[in-house]
């Protein structure tokens, strides 16, 4: 029965009647692939896995890097995140004029990741959940390095970093020592495959 549940699944997200989701998510791949890191929008399922490890509390906020066309969003509404405790962050002009569209309750920041600490500058909230769908192996060490570093800054202590990839290996050496990996979980129900890693920033001594 499981089985048959996740082919169900799978085949709910080739056929979803979304085609303008598709669209606006290919167009923008077309323009800059480094960015996007894969042609098709993440499926349901792995947003809602990575909805369900964000933590949600009245007084502190979750940010959502590469909002993309707002699969994962959706997932976070549907768990009962209100749209207020939410901030967008996603750098392609078509994407964040698709999501504005999409979410017009939810703030959304025209801007690039690497700058993340300037692009927040004015939130005087605190920052409890970064949830992100960047492509961080696809973009450069430089700019991974930025993202990476501009994460615990933000971040309220011992805050939670949520990210996805297709890269399925061991990655610990890929994070720095500030991130410690809490959690993680394969999905296969995805085009491609993924894996959700769930990092607890320890503050620094």
């Known amino acids: 029965m499981k089985i048959k549940k ?3 699944e799978f085949k709910h997200c080739l056929t979803r009647n979304q085609h303008d989701d598709k669209v606006a998510f290919v ?4 323009k800059n692939p480094k960015t996007m890191g894969a042609i098709y929008p993440s499926s349901k399922r792995l947003a809602k896995i990575m909805a369900s490890y964000a933590v949600f509390s009245q007084n502190q906020l979750i940010v959502e890097l590469g909002a993309g066309t707002g699969v994962i969003t959706q997932a976070m509404l549907s768990r009962g ?3 207020e405790r939410i901030i967008a962050i996603e750098s392609s002009p078509d994407l964040v004029e698709h999501f504005r569209m999409h979410f017009p309750k ?3 920041i025209a801007g690039d990741a690497s700058h993340l ?3 927040l500058k004015n939130e005087i909230r605190p920052i409890g959940t970064i949830i992100s769908a960047l492509p961080l192996r696809s973009l450069s060490k430089e700019v991974t390095e930025r993202i ?3 994460i615990p800054a933000v971040l309220t202590p011992h805050g939670r970093y949520i990210q996805f990839t297709y890269d399925l290996r061991n990655n610990a050496r890929f994070y720095p020592q ?3 990996l809490a959690y993680k979980k394969l ?3 995805n085009i491609p495959p993924a894996k959700v890693e769930v990092y607890t920033i320890l503050p620094q001594e």
């Not at 167009?27 to 077309?30: D, I, R, T």
């Open 106 to 108: 939810i703030k959304v």
């Open 27 to 30: 167009k923008s791949f077309l």
């Open 6 to 8: 996740q082919w169900s």
């Open 178 to 180: 500030q991130y410690q």
């Open 117 to 119: 600490a300037e692009l």
């Open 81 to 83: 995140i209100p749209a």
């Open 187 to 189: 999905v296969w129900v």
């Open 148 to 150: 990476l570093s501009a």
